[in-house]
């Protein structure tokens, strides 16, 4: 079938994006879903720092390739060999787990082998690829490539939700929730009066922070934005600071979510004796942090990396879905507007320079 997609020609174009234009808006080719896999029509798709990391070049991936890997849609075909039916909303996710290799094993502390190998080769987790260009091949996008009117996505790449969850809402849990949710919860582990702090309030630092509130912890909220920190104390931090201002408060979990050497090193400081760092930022591969590994030792603390909050969707997205319906969990309050697929550009200045948090394409 003709469908309309974002695909992104090069990585490491300059920004401005919206001059460099290294994402073009057309026409493609989507081929039927295969055996276990699903045709589904794009309701909203989220913009990510994740999607921002492969414009400018901080994590590359095979071109062309067509992009968005936060999203929510509804069934409206299925290959052979798949159980969810037609007309299932569904929340995408960009990490499928196939169940069977040992990573799967580890209740979400490691990604999936077959499924981080497909990413890496820009497939679906069955080493296909449906999208095509006049006759070109073009790469899948973490196994989604939701910034476009429809995707065929394997059925390991979906959760699905009732109808009574919003497009928007159920897009934001398949990745800015697992991933910030799921840092404080699988990874960080507070305990009962643990307090828990955020570094980094972009749209994965500040859904840890709604769901670290939700579930009745203090929360500090750090970012160099001042106007993040309004929201973040809107949102229930109890204190809300810039880096600087941050120098002497300590938390037993501390979720380092910026993407920083910096970031990090900020967590690190503030982390309690006996506490956990978990990092789930997403640096440049050459960005190096400085740490004392004496106060590792004499603290006895831990550092953690966290990939998409170490979840295993189909447990994590209903308990996010509960707490989102007993209104403990305003998912709304991240999402900064709503765009079209031509605006992809601009939208990606607009988050680069710190102005968004969830900007959603919706169709």
């Given at each position: 079938?003709?469908?309309?997609?974002?695909?992104?020609?090069?990585?490491?174009?300059?920004?401005?994006?919206?001059?460099?234009?290294?994402?073009?808006?057309?026409?493609?080719?989507?081929?039927?879903?295969?055996?276990?896999?699903?045709?589904?029509?794009?309701?909203?798709?989220?913009?990510?720092?994740?999607?921002?990391?492969?414009?400018?070049?901080?994590?590359?991936?095979?071109?062309?390739?067509?992009?968005?890997?936060?999203?929510?849609?509804?069934?409206?075909?299925?290959?052979?060999?798949?159980?969810?039916?037609?007309?299932?909303?569904?929340?995408?996710?960009?990490?499928?787990?196939?169940?069977?290799?040992?990573?799967?094993?580890?209740?979400?502390?490691?990604?999936?082998?077959?499924?981080?190998?497909?990413?890496?080769?820009?497939?679906?987790?069955?080493?296909?690829?449906?999208?095509?260009?006049?006759?070109?091949?073009?790469?899948?996008?973490?196994?989604?490539?939701?910034?476009?009117?429809?995707?065929?996505?394997?059925?390991?790449?979906?959760?699905?939700?009732?109808?009574?969850?919003?497009?928007?809402?159920?897009?934001?849990?398949?990745?800015?929730?697992?991933?910030?949710?799921?840092?404080?919860?699988?990874?960080?582990?507070?305990?009962?009066?643990?307090?828990?702090?955020?570094?980094?309030?972009?749209?994965?630092?500040?859904?840890?922070?709604?769901?670290?509130?939700?579930?009745?912890?203090?929360?500090?909220?750090?970012?160099?934005?001042?106007?993040?920190?309004?929201?973040?104390?809107e949102?229930?931090?109890?204190?809300?600071?810039?880096?600087?201002?941050?120098?002497?408060?300590?938390?037993?979990?501390?979720?380092?979510?910026?993407?920083?050497?910096?970031?990090?090193?900020?967590?690190?400081?503030?982390?309690?004796?006996?506490?956990?760092?978990v990092?789930?930022?997403?640096?440049?591969?050459?960005?190096?942090a400085?740490?004392?590994?004496?106060?590792?030792?004499?603290?006895?603390?831990?550092?953690?990396?966290?990939?998409?909050?170490?979840?295993?969707?189909s447990r994590?997205?209903?308990?996010y879905?509960?707490?989102?319906?007993?209104?403990r969990?305003?998912?709304?309050?991240?999402?900064?507007?709503?765009?079209?697929?031509?605006?992809?550009?601009?939208?990606?200045?607009?988050?680069?320079?710190?102005?968004?948090?969830?900007?959603?394409v919706?169709?």
């Amino acid at each position: 079938m003709r469908i309309t997609g974002a695909v992104l020609e090069r990585c490491g174009a300059p920004p401005p994006f919206a001059e460099s234009t290294p994402i073009t808006v057309g026409e493609l080719d989507l081929d039927p879903p295969g055996p276990g896999e699903l045709l589904l029509r794009i309701e909203a798709a989220g913009l990510c720092h994740s999607d921002l990391s492969v414009v400018d070049g901080s994590r590359l991936r095979p071109t062309p390739m067509l992009l968005g890997h936060e999203a929510a849609g509804v069934v409206i075909g299925t290959g052979p060999g798949t159980a969810v039916a037609v007309g299932t909303r569904v929340v995408l996710t960009f990490l499928p787990r196939c169940g069977d290799c040992a990573a799967c094993a580890t209740d979400g502390r490691l990604p999936c082998s077959a499924g981080a190998a497909a990413n890496a080769a820009g497939t679906l987790v069955g080493g296909g690829i449906r999208l095509h260009r006049n006759g070109v091949p073009v790469r899948h996008h973490l196994g989604v490539s939701a910034f476009a009117t429809h995707a065929v996505v394997s059925a390991d790449s979906v959760v699905p939700v009732d109808d009574d969850v919003p497009p928007g809402i159920a897009a934001l849990l398949g990745c800015a929730v697992l991933t910030g949710g799921g840092a404080v919860v699988n990874a960080g582990r507070p305990g009962p009066g643990d307090t828990v702090a955020v570094v980094g309030l972009g749209g994965v630092g500040m859904a840890a922070l709604l769901v670290a509130a939700a579930l009745g912890h203090e929360v500090i909220g750090v970012d160099a934005v001042p106007a993040k920190l309004d929201l973040a104390r809107e949102l229930g931090a109890t204190t809300a600071c810039t880096p600087a201002e941050a120098t002497g408060l300590r938390a037993p979990v501390v979720v380092e979510a910026a993407g920083s050497a910096r970031a990090f090193e900020t967590a690190c400081a503030m982390t309690s004796p006996g506490g956990t760092t978990v990092t789930v930022g997403l640096p440049h591969p050459d960005a190096r942090a400085s740490i004392s590994p004496l106060g590792l030792t004499a603290e006895a603390r831990t550092i953690v990396g966290s990939y998409l909050g170490s979840a295993v969707p189909s447990r994590d997205i209903p308990r996010y879905v509960e707490l989102w319906r007993s209104g403990r969990l305003p998912l709304d309050r991240l999402i900064s507007g709503r765009i079209g697929l031509g605006e992809l550009p601009a939208a990606l200045d607009r988050l680069a320079a710190g102005e968004a948090l969830r900007q959603l394409v919706t169709f």
